[in-house]
C-alpha cells in the first residue's frame, strides 16, 4: 500500500554524520509507524529507530542512542535518521520500514541504502 525509498547513505570517517531520508508514496503515510533497521554483512537485521505515527512516541537500541535521531515529516512523507559521530560498527546496509497502526509487524520495506564508516 506504501512504498518507500532510502536516500542519502555513502562513505563517512568515524566521527562523521549523515542524514539518511525515506521517501513514502501514497496518501496514507501518517497511519504507519516507521522504523529504520540495519543489516551488517554476516549479522541479522536490527531495529536501530521506530517512531511512531504522530511522532510521539520513539525508540532507539542502545548502541545508537545519544548518537542517532530519528523524525518524520508526515506533510513531506518522509521519515529521517540523523547519524552523527558514526563509528566503524556503524557499517550497514540501512532500510526503512512501515507499520500499519493496529498490526504486530512491519510490512513495508524500502530497498535500502549503504552506509560505510570508516576508521
Known amino acids: 500500500q506504501v512504498q518507500l525509498a532510502e536516500s542519502g547513505g555513502g562513505l563517512v570517517q568515524a566521527g562523521g554524520s549523515l542524514r539518511l531520508s525515506c521517501a513514502a508514496s501514497?496518501?496514507?503515510?501518517?497511519?504507519?509507524?516507521m522504523g529504520w533497521f540495519r543489516q551488517a554483512p554476516g549479522k541479522e537485521r536490527e531495529l536501530v529507530a521506530a517512531i511512531s505515527k504522530n511522532g510521539y512516541n520513539i525508540y532507539y537500541e542502545d548502541s545508537v542512542r545519544g548518537r542517532f535521531t530519528i523524525s518524520r515529516d508526515n506533510a513531506k512523507n518522509t521519515v529521517y535518521l540523523q547519524m552523527n559521530r558514526l563509528k566503524a560498527d556503524d557499517t550497514a546496509v540501512y532500510y526503512c520500514?512501515?507499520?500499519?497502526?493496529?498490526?504486530?509487524?512491519?510490512?513495508?520495506w524500502g530497498q535500502g541504502t549503504q552506509v560505510t564508516v570508516s576508521s
Open positions: 520500514a512501515g507499520q500499519y497502526y493496529g498490526r504486530s509487524s512491519y510490512d513495508h
Open positions: 501514497g496518501r496514507t503515510f501518517s497511519s504507519y509507524n
